[in-house]
Nanobody
Framework: QLQLVGSGGGWVQPGGSLRLSCAAS????????IGWYRQAPGKEREGISC???????????YIADSVKGRFTISRDNAKNMVSLQMISLKPEDTGVYYC??????????????WGQGTLVTVSS
């Protein structure tokens, strides 16, 4: 069974930082594009970051304008984990964050595996 198990969410004040992580089980992340989606209250789910993986092994990356310069996605192949480091958090970053993994051609746009979601609340 392919799973992504997330951790690291919680409450933080505006301007604070959080680090989200997802541990993969049942598959090797190195063969997958990995990314993060989030869903704010009352809004549609949006993709915010992705490290892509083409069929020939080329790597690409994407970061949404709304989080550029504040969020950093990374992968640790040795630990089979993906992380999202978030700094300078704003109230509008509040939402449920999902890690995803997918192979080409779908990659992050059509992920094969979704984490269970972790809630991030940014408020004073």
């Amino acid at each position: 069974q392919l799973q992504l198990v997330g951790s690291g969410g919680g409450w933080v004040q505006p301007g604070g930082s959080l680090r989200l992580s997802c541990a993969a089980s049942g598959f090797t992340l190195d063969h997958y594009a990995i990314g993060w989606y989030r869903q704010a209250p009352g809004k549609e789910r949006e993709g915010i970051s992705c490290i892509g993986r083409s069929p020939n092994g080329d790597v690409s990356s994407y970061i949404a304008d709304s989080v550029k310069g504040r969020f950093t996605i990374s992968r640790d192949n040795a630990k089979n984990m993906v992380s999202l480091q978030m700094i300078s958090l704003k109230p509008e970053d509040t939402g449920v964050y999902y890690c995803v993994a997918g192979r080409p051609p779908g990659q992050c746009a059509r992920p094969e595996v979704w984490g269970q979601g972790t809630l991030v609340t940014v408020s004073s």
